[in-house]
């Protein structure tokens, strides 16, 4: 069953601790996403990968770091540096390629990060 | 700048209505435009995809038009359900590899029995 999940579904972290949130793809993707998104907001793009030992920052991308070590795998960790973490994350892999279906990212159930 | 924009906000409707979303773009060059749904506390699904050269595309109870030259476009649900409850977001594609895009603020939409 091809899919991109993301763990924990829910994750409570205190004040001045990195947590690192994780994200597996089966569905061979070369890209992928993370994005952040606030209560009533769209989506805004952290980071992402388009190939292995690659990435890019994204729009909001103080405060976060990644790695793509694995073409299946994107873990996202969230620095003390972030100011303001708790958001709901999702992770997101693309096939790459100039096709009608090239443009459509699928999406993970996300995390929910709360800072306590 | 690069825009993306969704109306309304939020929009409440009653089961077995209609409604229609809007989504006005001034991004360039244009490859595609989709339109995912993201139900509350999940990942956004897409349901529908349209290049410039498509007017309609249809999804069930859910058709998509798109009008290249106003750059709009828009996501009628027809007979809606409890299930619709979602929220709505437009995606403007610029490149046909898909590596840039904008993502729309989304419209909220409540289905009330």
Not at chain 2, 43 to 64: C, D, H, W
């Amino acid at each position: 069953d091809g899919g991109i999940t993301q763990s924990p579904k829910y994750l409570f972290r205190k004040e001045g601790q990195n947590v690192t949130l994780s994200c597996e793809q089966n569905l061979n993707h070369d890209a992928m996403y993370w994005y952040r998104q606030d209560p009533g907001q769209g989506l805004r793009l952290i980071y992402y990968s388009q190939i292995v030992n690659d990435f890019q920052k994204g729009d909001i991308a103080e405060g976060y770091s990644v790695s793509r070590e694995k073409k299946e795998s994107f873990p996202l960790t969230v620095t003390s540096a972030q100011k303001n973490p708790t958001a709901f994350y999702l992770c997101a892999s693309k096939r790459q390629g100039a096709s009608e279906r090239g443009g459509e990212q699928f999406f993970g159930p996300g995390t929910r990060l709360t800072v306590l | 700048k690069n825009q993306v924009e969704q109306s309304p906000q939020s929009l409440i409707i009653l089961e077995g209505k209609n409604c229609t979303l809007q989504c006005n773009y001034t991004v360039s060059p244009f490859s595609n435009l989709r339109w995912y749904k993201q139900d509350t506390g999940r990942g956004p699904v897409s349901l529908t995809i349209m290049t410039f050269s498509e007017n309609t595309k249809s999804n069930g109870r859910y058709t998509a038009t798109l009008d290249a030259d106003t750059k709009q476009s828009s996501l009628h649900i027809t007979a809606s359900q409890l299930s619709d409850s979602a929220s709505y977001i437009c995606v403007v594609i610029l490149d046909n590899y898909g590596q840039n895009f904008v993502f729309g603020p989304g419209t909220r939409l409540s289905v009330l029995p």
